[in-house]
């Protein structure tokens, strides 16, 4: 079990960082290793889960095929996607923002965004989140989602007050 630590116990901060190795430092053939199923068909495109030991951020391997969409969702967590081929746009808050291959896009914490793929071919993609640190600081990292392509712009200020659908 690892330590607890509470306001009183400033005093017991340590003068350097102790390294802890852990067993697993790699994760081969990620998507070789199956995407997530119930992930998946929630999100409604293939998503692989690289399997490491950090405790504050995430990283996924996902893909749209040529025309697909995801969801509609927002999280109060940041993330960083890397496109690693094709083409497509993301709504994020309300705005477009066309990507490409070597193209990253960030999106903000709780911006409603969704991801297209405009391309002919499989539009693949990295993304990194900082979930796990809000998952280990007490449950804070939260999803919302909407099961339609949403990529209509919307009212983000609509949004916020509950106007929207």
């Not at 497509?88 to 969704?114: L, T």
Request: one cysteine or more; glycine letters at 10%; charged letters at 25%.
């Amino acid at each position: 079990m690892t330590d607890r630590y509470h306001s009183a116990d400033f005093d017991k901060t340590p003068p350097r960082p102790r390294v802890v190795m852990p067993e697993r430092l790699a994760h081969p053939a990620v998507e070789a290793d199956g995407q997530q199923s119930d992930y998946s068909k929630a999100r409604k495109h293939p998503v692989f889960f690289v399997d490491l030991p950090s405790h504050a951020i995430s990283m996924t391997i996902g893909w749209l095929d040529a025309g697909q969409s995801s969801n509609r969702h927002r999280h109060t967590y940041e993330t960083l996607v890397y496109i690693l081929e094709g083409e497509g746009y993301s709504y994020i808050g309300g705005r477009r923002v066309a990507w490409k291959q070597g193209d990253a896009v960030y999106v903000p914490v709780w911006a409603w965004h969704n991801h297209v793929n405009t391309g002919t071919g499989r539009a693949r993609y990295l993304a990194c989140e900082n979930a796990p640190m809000l998952q280990n600081m007490g449950g804070v990292a939260l999803r919302e989602e909407v099961p339609d392509r949403g990529d209509r712009l919307f009212d983000v200020d609509h949004e916020a007050e509950g106007g929207g659908r």
